[in-house]
């Protein structure tokens, strides 16, 4: 039998060692977690990582009792994995995750309607509008007679104060919903408005670099805008660090970056909520590879005494 010199079995150890090294890095990446992008088909689905998040709970089991979820006096950050779903109050086959609330110090409510076969949504209480905006799937608006409008991904409606409507899915989808007491001003009154992201035209943002879209209507009827779309490029950030008396719900749909909140710097990416109290210093920086893409509330039109 040949016998093989100690220098030989070395070469032969590396060899082996570095084929099963390429494979892993071809196959995975260097160093890297299994990702919710492998895990299905459907990763290039706009606003898909707002439903399934990196950071999902299947990737924490390694770190029990962790979470980026953050609440201060001025300011939160609620993010996917700690989502809380129960039964939305009588609306049908429904679960929903309240982001932000009255109890935080916030005038409004934001939540995740997560629809499911057959589900119906139940009317807001007396002088509360509601907007909905559909990142996953699609539902019917019907305001109770022949009237319907189907909103698919990236639709939204503005359902002003005491207006009679429902939201069917016949199959699941998920809502972005915020709602609040309207601020009634004189004799004005809000209109229905429903529309897409892609209908809206680019607003211009002197001194900024990023793209910027309202969804609703600037005049004063309406006590709140959606800053939606505001995109932001791998790398710009906003020039202005802004301090004003305004409040914010914010919703990542696409990417990731630094939010600053009072005297903290937050990684944030797509899923993640924020609540911003009047004042709280606020500032924020795009990463990563890919643009990123977020929902913004702000109340307008009203005198803040």
């Not at 606003?47 to 299947?58: D, F, G, I």
């Not at 996953?136 to 503005?158: E, I, Q, R």
């Not at 009827?221 to 409040?247: R, S």
Request: proline share 7%; hydrophobic share 40%.
């Amino acid at each position: 039998m040949k016998r093989f010199s100690p220098l030989t079995y070395l070469f032969f150890f590396l060899s082996i060692s570095l084929s099963y090294l390429q494979v892993a890095i071809s196959a995975e990446g260097f160093c890297s977690a299994p990702s919710s992008a492998s895990n299905g088909g459907n990763s290039g689905v706009l606003y898909w990582k707002v439903t399934n998040p990196t950071l999902s709970p299947a990737h924490l089991q390694d770190l029990p009792g962790f979470t980026r979820s953050v609440y201060e006096r001025d300011h939160a950050l609620i993010t996917p994995e700690s989502h809380v779903l129960g039964p939305l109050p009588e609306w049908e086959n429904t679960l929903g995750a309240y982001l932000i609330t009255p109890s935080m110090g916030s005038h409004f409510v934001m939540y995740i309607a997560k629809m499911q076969d057959n589900s119906r949504s139940a009317l807001p209480p007396g002088d509360v509008e509601r907007f909905i905006f559909v990142v996953s799937g699609a539902v019917t608006l019907s305001n109770g007679s022949d009237n319907s409008h189907t909103l698919m991904v990236d639709s939204y409606a503005y359902l002003p104060p005491n207006f009679h409507h429902a939201i069917n899915s016949e199959a699941p989808a998920t809502l972005v919903v915020l709602e609040r007491r309207y601020s009634y001003l004189s004799d004005l009154v809000p209109e229905l408005i429903i529309g897409s992201t892609d209908k809206q035209q680019l607003l211009e943002t002197p001194g900024e670099i990023f793209q910027l879209r309202k969804l609703l209507p600037t005049s004063m009827a309406y006590d709140f805008n959606i800053h939606q779309i505001m995109d932001f490029q791998p790398g710009e950030f906003l020039n202005v660090k802004e301090v004003h008396y305004n409040q914010h719900g914010l919703l990542l749909l696409e990417g990731q970056g630094i939010y600053r909140l009072g005297n903290s710097w937050y990684p944030v990416q797509a899923g993640d909520a924020i609540w911003m109290a009047p004042f709280v210093p606020q500032w924020y920086a795009a990463l990563g590879k890919s643009r990123t893409r977020y929902l913004l509330y702000k109340d307008v039109n009203r005198n803040p005494v």
